[in-house]
């Protein structure tokens, strides 16, 4: 994030717009409608900046930019037509700590005027930090469309209510599940619909009939997929959003986690081999615990929570301690990574089965059913198979598998840094030895990978602006 978004009081506050074309005059409505006072330093004025200044709605210096136009402003846009001057006005307002615009060259200036959705006292803004303005215009549209004006009276209705709502709920967790059910129940629907003295009375009545106790939470187990956070379903999101705290693994990534509360308490229980931030029992009662302090629990975990994923563990513990939960699929490692490697896992001609297993050591030892894998026409998936792939090929060619039998390692699917190599069940750990990939990276073997040229689709971008898709590094609470 190169700009950190803020919203800025210039309420009877002296701005300068420098410039009296189309675009100046589009800032000079925006600082407006914000109520600043605005003065205008152009030689000329296009139509719509002469309309304002006919009305008496801006002050006009007719003549050009002095230094001394930075006297006594508290924000400055240079908007005229000549990019030097521009570049000029912006150089000595950030001499002099002033926020300064300037237009076609954000670069130049310090802040960015960004597409505003404006449902006042809601309001929100779209940025792309200059790359695009049109793409942030397009943007706004969307949001236009799916904001309801109501929002803004919805907004003022909460405002009034505010102080007595503080005033009866003391803690901040119940006061922020009163007003949850309130910003999207029946309330909120009497507001949109117009119907505000119902919508009045229906608070006065909630509010009356809500009693401070400390109730227990819930804890909501939720698959963030395998990296792609377009790839979250609709209920995780909204369970992702109103968590109070959030429990996460060390595969979930930054982009998924992103996507969180950002006011959430977060907390890492990552594992990695040999370096458990927590054991998997210490987190089946944490979550508990949170649980019964009154929180709601937000159990963040990469893929699907069932698949590999210990999810079983935890939600037996709290089914023991009579703690609510929810679970949430997710797409898992083994769905997402093949769907972008462009790899089926059935397909007629080659598999008609699939199968997962964990290719995870202990003790330097898989015990699993090698027969049962080495058998044709399947397609099987080791998760966690990395550090034991030279066994894995051992086995499945000493149980029968030719070793031509295609296979194919996929290093972080789904996200930017994804990449895939194919090989052979005999040289795919040569394959894994030259080229280091990196976990999380999934082993599939089968005839199915031989489709992987024909159908790859996807191609993950060489960089990505917010590093968007990474597995997050393992830490502490946040």
């Known amino acids: 994030m190169r700009h950190l978004p803020i919203f800025f009081d210039i309420n009877q506050q002296l701005c300068l717009v420098i410039g009296g074309g189309e675009i100046a005059t589009r800032k000079a409505a925006l600082l407006l409608r914000a109520g600043a006072r605005v003065r205008v330093v152009a030689p000329e004025l296009g139509p719509g900046m002469q309309r304002m ?5 801006i002050e006009h210096l007719a003549r050009p930019y002095a230094p001394e136009d930075l006297d006594e402003v508290v924000l400055v846009i240079a908007a005229t037509n000549n990019p030097t001057l521009n570049q000029e006005i912006a150089t ?10 300037a237009v076609d060259n954000p670069a130049d200036g310090n802040f960015i005027m960004p597409s505003v959705i404006d449902r006042s006292p809601v309001v929100a803004a779209v940025s792309t930090g200059g790359a695009s303005p049109v793409l942030a215009r397009l943007i706004r549209a969307r949001l ?32 922020r599940r009163f007003w949850d059910c309130i910003l999207q129940g029946g309330v909120a629907e009497r507001v949109f619909s117009g119907h505000m003295e119902e919508a ?5 009545r909630e509010l009356a009939e809500t009693h401070p106790v400390q109730d227990m939470g819930e804890v909501y187990l939720v698959g963030g997929g395998p990296g792609d956070p377009d790839l979250l379903t609709f209920r995780a999101l909204r369970l992702m959003q109103q968590a109070d705290v959030v429990v996460y693994d060390r595969l979930v990534a930054k982009a998924v986690l992103d996507m969180t509360r950002r006011d959430a308490r977060r907390i890492y229980v990552g594992k990695e081999r040999d ?11 944490l979550l508990a615990d949170l649980a019964k302090q009154g929180h709601r629990v937000l159990r963040l975990k990469g893929g699907d929570p069932f698949i590999f994923g210990r999810g079983g563990e935890e939600i037996d513990t709290l089914a023991e301690q009579g703690v609510p939960f929810q679970v949430v699929p997710g797409v898992t490692a083994a769905a997402g990574c093949a769907s ?3 790899i089926p896992l059935t397909h007629r001609d080659y598999a008609q089965s699939v199968t997962f297993v964990t290719g995870h050591l202990k003790d330097n030892t898989m015990n699993l059913n090698w027969q049962q894998l080495a058998q044709p026409a399947q397609t099987v998936v080791f998760y966690m198979g990395l550090k034991g792939l030279p066994v894995i090929s051992r086995e499945l060619q000493t149980h029968g598998l030719p070793a031509d039998t295609p296979a194919a390692l996929v290093q972080q699917g789904t996200t930017h840094l994804q990449k895939v190599h194919t090989g052979t069940i005999a040289t795919l750990p040569g ?8 976990p999380p990276t999934l082993i599939i073997v089968g005839e199915v990978v031989r489709l992987h040229e024909k159908l790859s689709w996807y191609r993950a971008p060489e960089r990505s602006e917010q590093g968007a898709t990474s597995p997050v590094e393992p830490g502490t609470e946040l």
């Open 144 to 175: 236009e469309s799916l904001i309801p004006a109501g929002y803004g009276r919805l907004a003022e209705l909460a405002a009034r209510f505010r102080d007595r709502v503080r005033e009866k709920l003391t803690d901040p967790a119940q006061r």
């Open 53 to 57: 200044a006919d009305n008496k709605k």
């Open 200 to 204: 009045e009375a229906l608070m006065e």
């Open 92 to 101: 000595a307002a950030r001499a002099r700590r002033l926020p300064v615009n």
């Open 340 to 342: 972008y490697a462009g």
């Open 431 to 438: 394959i894994a030895e030259r080229e280091q990939p990196k």
């Open 275 to 285: 370096n458990h931030a927590m054991r998997q029992e210490e987190i089946n009662q």
